[in-house]
């Protein structure tokens, strides 16, 4: 059980959220051990909700139970909170619509492209909107508990361990894709999960843009997603901005080949740095001498 939900989740028994104290009377305004006002009015609307609660039932203002400055407990939906002081912001959460309710099945109807899902994969496979799979709050996306029902909405990636949120298809930390619905290691090309079977959806890495297996340019933003030197064929990593092989330069955004003196890539248009030929510096395009090593830069 939890102070924060009043109610004993085993037995039904009301208590307090502020001491605990066991309350027999359901319609009492305070609690007689502590005095605490069992109710308190939403600020957004004006409903009475009860104290502890984390969401309005009426208009869906989600209320903050602990300072995210001190770590105060709150039970009510003060503006600032008491013991620091520190204004508390009160924002309004969607809840996903329950489509089909089954035994074993919960179909959620997402509301940003009103795609039909099962509410344990905590995200839309269409549009990425994540879902808390208990209680079906719409979640930001660096949210790993729920704020509402405290639902732990996150899987451990199983490269490097870190939590990644429920849907996701990428670890955050360590970039490994994923697969959204089962949370398994995927290949960048594959396009079904080996875990589970599900099919996955190939995606640009840097417009998101849906490609076929074997596009080698994204159509919608032009980034190379073959992986090879547009000079000699060999394999590149583009973020290192120079093929091994042949030493061609490349635009470490979309893996263009690019000149040695151009300041921006032809294809995508973004910013390039320029090195010094000896000791690979970075310097700026109006400079004469290398500040690292002194070595004299073509103009």
Same mark, same amino acid.
């Given at each position: 059980?939890?102070?924060?939900?009043?109610?004993?989740? /085993?037995?039904?028994?009301?208590?307090?959220?502020?001491?605990?104290?066991?309350?027999?009377?359901?319609?009492?305004? #305070?609690?007689?051990?502590?005095?605490?006002?069992?109710?308190?009015?939403?600020?957004?609307?004006?409903?009475?909700?009860?104290?502890?609660?984390?969401?309005?039932?009426?208009?869906?203002?989600?209320?903050?139970?602990?300072?995210?400055?001190?770590?105060? &407990?709150?039970? +009510?939906?003060?503006?600032?909170? @008491?013991?620091?002081?520190?204004?508390?912001?009160?924002?309004?959460?969607?809840?996903?619509?329950?489509?089909?309710?089954?035994?074993?099945?919960?179909?959620?109807?997402?509301?940003?492209?009103?795609?039909?899902?099962?509410?344990?994969?905590?995200?839309?496979?269409?549009?990425?909107?994540?879902?808390? @799979?208990?209680?079906?709050?719409?979640?930001?996306?660096?949210?790993?508990?729920?704020?509402?029902?405290?639902?732990?909405?996150? &899987?451990?990636?199983?490269?490097?361990?870190?939590?990644?949120?429920? #849907?996701?298809?990428?670890?955050?930390?360590?970039?490994?894709?994923?697969?959204?619905?089962?949370? /398994?290691?995927?290949?960048?090309?594959?396009?079904?999960?080996?875990?589970?079977?599900?099919?996955?959806?190939?995606?640009?890495?840097?417009?998101?843009?849906?490609?076929?297996?074997?596009?080698?340019?994204?159509?919608?933003?032009?980034?190379?997603?073959?992986? &090879?030197?547009?000079?000699?064929?060999?394999?590149? +990593?583009?973020?290192?901005?120079?093929? &091994?092989?042949?030493?061609?330069?490349?635009?470490?955004?979309?893996?263009?080949?690019?000149?040695?003196?151009?300041?921006?890539?032809?294809?995508?248009?973004?910013?390039?740095?320029?090195?010094?030929?000896?000791?690979?510096?970075?310097?700026?395009?109006?400079?004469?001498?290398?500040?690292?090593?002194?070595?004299?830069?073509?103009?």
């Amino acid at each position: 059980m939890s102070y924060l939900d009043g109610i004993c989740s /085993a037995c039904g028994q009301v208590f307090c959220p502020g001491c605990g104290q066991a309350l027999d009377d359901v319609e009492a305004e #305070g609690c007689p051990a502590c005095g605490l006002a069992l109710t308190f009015a939403c600020p957004g609307c004006g409903f009475p909700v009860a104290a502890g609660a984390r969401l309005c039932p009426e208009c869906k203002v989600l209320f903050v139970r602990r300072c995210p400055t001190c770590g105060t &407990r709150i039970l +009510d939906a003060p503006e600032a909170c @008491p013991g620091c002081g520190q204004p508390i912001e009160l924002q309004r959460r969607e809840l996903a619509t329950i489509f089909i309710e089954a035994p074993g099945l919960v179909l959620l109807l997402c509301p940003q492209c009103s795609a039909k899902f099962p509410s344990d994969m905590g995200a839309c496979p269409e549009c990425g909107l994540r879902v808390c @799979p208990e209680c079906y709050l719409l979640l930001a996306e660096p949210e790993l508990d729920c704020p509402h029902c405290g639902f732990h909405a996150a &899987r451990a990636c199983p490269m490097c361990g870190a939590d990644v949120g429920m #849907g996701l298809p990428e670890c955050p930390k360590c970039g490994q894709p994923l697969c959204p619905e089962c949370g /398994a290691s995927v290949g960048e090309s594959d396009t079904a999960c080996q875990a589970c079977g599900s099919e996955l959806t190939l995606c640009c890495s840097r417009c998101g843009a849906e490609i076929e297996p074997e596009t080698v340019r994204c159509p919608q933003c032009g980034v190379d997603l073959s992986g &090879r030197c547009p000079r000699c064929g060999a394999q590149v +990593d583009c973020s290192e901005g120079r093929c &091994r092989r042949c030493g061609q330069p490349l635009c470490p955004e979309c893996g263009a080949a690019v000149g040695e003196d151009e300041v921006a890539c032809p294809s995508c248009g973004v910013e390039l740095a320029l090195y010094c030929p000896v000791c690979g510096g970075e310097v700026s395009a109006s400079a004469r001498i290398c500040p690292q090593c002194g070595e004299a830069l073509d103009g």
